[in-house]
C-alpha cells in the first residue's frame, strides 16, 4: 500500500470510529467549548501525529518489519525519558512506569526474537 493511501485509510478510520464512539456515549464535545489557546495546541499535536504517522509508514515500507517494529516498539521508555525532562511538574515518572515500560519493550524484543527462532 502507498504511504498516502495507508495513511488516509488509518487516519479516516480511526475518525470515525473515534465520532461514532463520541456520539453514541453522548460525549461529543460542542465546538464553541475550545478556546483560542487550546486551538495552537490541538493544531501541534495534530502536526505531531500526522508526522508520526507518515514516518511510521515510511520506515514500515523501507525496511524489513522485523527490524522496523521492535525499534518502534521502545517508545514507551522515550517518552518516559522526555516526560522525566520535561514534565516534571505534570507528570510523575516512577520506578514503576519505567519498569512498565521496560517490559513492554523486553515483551516486544522478545516476541521479535521467538519469530526468528
Partial sequence: ??????LALKAT??????FAYLWWSGKLPKLGGV???Q?????????????FLVAYFVAI?????????????????LVAGI??????KLEKVTFRLVMGAV????GAVLLTLLSFA
Fill in 83 to 88: 516526560s522525566f525532562l520535561f514534565l516534571q
Fill in 35 to 37: 478556546d483560542g489557546s
Fill in 39 to 51: 486551538w495552537k495546541w490541538i493544531l501541534i499535536a495534530a502536526i505531531c501525529n500526522t508526522g
Fill in 61 to 77: 515500507s523501507s525496511g524489513p518489519v522485523t527490524i522496523v517494529f521492535p525499534i518502534m516498539q521502545t517508545s514507551p521508555l
Fill in 103 to 106: 517490559v513492554v519493550v523486553m
Fill in 13 to 18: 478510520a480511526g475518525g470515525i470510529v473515534f
Fill in 1 to 6: 500500500t502507498p504511504i498516502l493511501v495507508g
